[in-house]
C-alpha cells in the first residue's frame, strides 16, 4: 500500500494547476472574427524556416481568429470560449502538422472542417463538449499519428470514423460517456500502439474488436462497467505490454482470455468482483512482472497460478478475501513486494518462502494473524531480503526480542501489538 500512497502522490503533483496567464485581447470590429497576427492579432505568431507556430489563447477570443498564415505548421487554440468552428477555417492551412483545440467549449465539429489537413500528424480536441461526431470528419487525415478525443461528451461513434487512419498510434477516447463500440470500429488500424477508452461506460468489449490491432501495446479500459469480456477479445495481441481492466464489474475470467499476450508485463484487475481465478489464467504470461488484482472478492488463490513467470517485480492481492496462501505458489519466483493486507489470513506455510527470494517488501497487513509467521522469522528463511515488512493491524500479542534479526536488508517494521 505504501507504494501506492507515493504513486497517488505522484500524480497529484503532476496535475498542479499551472498558473493561468490571461492575456488580454480584443474583440473583432464589425462583428468579424479577430485577426490571428499581425497589430490587432490575438495570437502568438512565431515564424521560422520551416517551423510557423500560431498559439491563441484566452476566454475572451470568441470566434477562429481570421487571416491564419497559410504556411502555419502548428496552431493551438486553447482555452477560448469558442464554440464553434467555421467549416473553411482550416481550409488554407494545407502545412499543418499539428492542431489543438483542447480547452474550448466546441460541441459539433463540420463534416468538411479538416479536409485539406492531409499532413496533419496531431489532433488534440481533449476536453472540449463534443457530443457527436460525423462519420467523415476524419476521413482525409490519413497521417494523424494521434488522436485525442478525451473529456468530450461522446456517448456513440460511427463503425467508419477512424476507418481511414492507417497511421494512427494513439487514440484517446477516455472521460466521455461511451457505452458501446461498433466491432469494427477499430479493425484498420494496424499502427495503433496505444489505446484509452477509460472512464466510460462500456458494459463489454466486443470479441472481435481489437482483432487486427496487432501492433497495440497499451489498452486501458479501466473504470467503465465491463461485467463480462469474450475470450477471444485480446486474441492476436502478442505486442501488448500493458493491460488495464481495473474499476470495472468483472466476476470471472475464461481461462484462455490472456492465452496470446506473451510479451505482457502489466496486469491491472483491481478493484473488480473476482471471486474465481482460473487456474491457467496467466499461463502463458511469461514476461509478467506487476500484477494488481487488490479490492476484490477472491478467496482461494490456485496454486499454479503464477506456474510460468520467473520473475514478479509487484503482487498485490490487497483486500480481498483470502484465507489461505499456497505453499507453492511463488516456487521458485523472484518476487520483489508482495501485498496481502486485507484479508483473512492466520496462519502462512512454513516453508512457503524457502525458495523464494523476496527482495523489497512483504505486507500482511490487516490479517488474523496471532503470531509472526515462523516463514518470515526463522533462521532458514534467509532468502527474504525485504527492507520493509508490514504487520499492523493483526491479533500480534508479543514479539520476541531478535525476532527480525535474520532479516539483515530490514529498514522498516510496521507492527502494533494487539492490547
Ligand atoms: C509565413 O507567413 C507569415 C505571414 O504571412 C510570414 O510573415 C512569414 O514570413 C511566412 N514564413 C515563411 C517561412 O514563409
Ligand atoms: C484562404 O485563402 C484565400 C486565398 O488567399 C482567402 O481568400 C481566404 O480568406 C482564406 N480563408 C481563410 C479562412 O483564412
Ligand atoms: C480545401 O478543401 C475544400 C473542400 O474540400 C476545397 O473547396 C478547397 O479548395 C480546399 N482548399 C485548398 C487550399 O486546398
Ligand atoms: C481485419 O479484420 C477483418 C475482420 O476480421 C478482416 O476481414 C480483415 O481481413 C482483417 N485485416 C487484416 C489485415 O487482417
Ligand atoms: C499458450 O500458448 C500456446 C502456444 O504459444 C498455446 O498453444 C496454448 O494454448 C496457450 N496456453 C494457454 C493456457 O493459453
Ligand atoms: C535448516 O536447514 C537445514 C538443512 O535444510 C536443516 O538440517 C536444519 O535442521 C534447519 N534448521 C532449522 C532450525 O530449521
Known sequence: ?????????????????ALTNIKLTFHGTNGQAPDAC??????????????????????????VPRNIPANATFL??????????PVEAFWNLTHLEELNLERNKITIIPEQAFFNLTLLKLLDLKRNMINVLSPEVFS????????RLEGNQLKALHCNLFSKLTNLKSLYLNDNMIAALPHNIFWNLYQLERLYIFNNYLT???????????????LDASFNKVN?????????????????????????????????????SYLDLSNNQITIL?????WNLSSLTQIALYHNNIEIIPENLFCNIPQLDQ?????????????????????????????????????????????????????????????????????????????????????????????????????????
Open 315 to 419: 503482487v498485490d492481492f490487497d483486500e480481498n478475501e483470502i484465507k489461505a496462501v499456497p505453499r507453492v505458489l511463488f516456487l521458485g519466483i523472484t518476487v520483489g513486494s508482495l501485498g496481502f493486507s486485507g484479508n483473512k489470513i492466520s496462519s502462512l506455510p512454513q516453508d512457503i518462502f524457502e525458495n523464494t527470494p523476496v527482495t523489497e517488501a512483504l505486507d500482511f497487513a490487516d490479517n488474523q494473524l496471532t503470531e509472526v509467521p515462523a516463514a518470515i522469522i526463522k533462521p532458514n528463511r534467509t532468502r527474504l531480503t525485504i527492507t520493509m515488512l508490514f504487520l499492523q493491524s493483526n491479533r500480534l500479542t508479543a514479539i520476541n526480542s531478535g525476532s527480525f534479526d535474520k532479516l539483515i536488508n530490514l529498514k522498516i517494521v510496521y507492527v502494533y501489538l494487539f492490547p
Open 140 to 147: 482525409r487525415l490519413t497521417s494523424l499519428t494521434k488522436l
Open 38 to 63: 499581425g497589430p490587432h492579432g490575438v495570437c502568438d505568431c512565431a515564424f521560422y524556416m520551416d517551423f510557423n507556430d500560431i498559439y491563441c489563447k484566452g476566454i475572451d477570443i470568441y470566434e
Open 1 to 17: 500500500m505504501l507504494l501506492l500512497v507515493l504513486l497517488l502522490t505522484a500524480c497529484l503533483f503532476g496535475e498542479g494547476h
Open 76 to 85: 493551438y487554440i486553447i482555452e477560448t470560449a469558442i464554440t464553434e468552428i
Open 278 to 282: 482460473p487456474e491457467k489464467l496467466l
Open 204 to 218: 463489454t468489449l466486443p470479441g472481435d474488436l481489437l482483432r487486427n490491432l496487432t501492433s497495440l501495446i497499451l
Open 228 to 264: 463480462t469480456l469474450p475470450s477471444s477479445v485480446f486474441f492476436n495481441l502478442v505486442w501488448m505490454d500493458n493491460l488495464d481492466l481495473s474499476g470495472n464489474q468483472l466476476e470471472i475470467l475464461p481461462e484462455n482470455i490472456f492465452a496470446d499476450l506473451i510479451r505482457l
